[in-house]
Nanobody, 130 residues
């Protein structure tokens, strides 16, 4: 049984930093691309960042480039998102997703409409106050 455990959300002031983690069990973690998505109330889900199964390909949304860093530790079966210079518009529920269907091994097109990542975490709130 695949389990996805997210941690690290919370509240921070604008300009601050937060680090999100996502630990996955029940599958061969190193075989899959992984991504972070976010969704604010009343808005569509937004792709934030993706890292390929081998860690060599990384993609960021324009809105977070230069501020967020995605990484993975396959030995710990954990995905990370380091967020710096946070803005109120970064406030959202953040979701970790695993490409267990294999549709985005190199993150190609993960941020465009299409098949979803097959495995998701429960989401965690990030609130950035001004």
């Amino acid at each position: 049984q695949v389990q996805v455990a997210e941690s690290g959300g919370g509240q921070v002031q604008a300009g601050g930093s937060l680090s999100l983690s996502c630990t996955v069990s029940g599958l061969d973690f190193g075989n899959y691309a992984m991504a972070w998505f976010r969704q604010a109330p009343g808005k569509e889900r937004e792709a934030v960042s993706c890292i390929s199964w081998n860690g060599k390909y990384i993609s960021y949304a324009d809105s977070v480039k230069g501020r967020f860093t995605i990484s993975r530790d396959d030995a710990k079966k954990t995905l990370y998102l380091q967020m710096h210079s946070l803005k109120p518009e970064d406030s959202s529920v953040y979701y970790c997703a695993v490409d267990t269907s294999g549709g985005y091994p190199f993150c190609q097109g993960y941020d465009r409409p299409g098949p979803e990542f097959a495995t998701w975490g429960q989401g965690m709130q990030v609130t950035v106050s001004s």
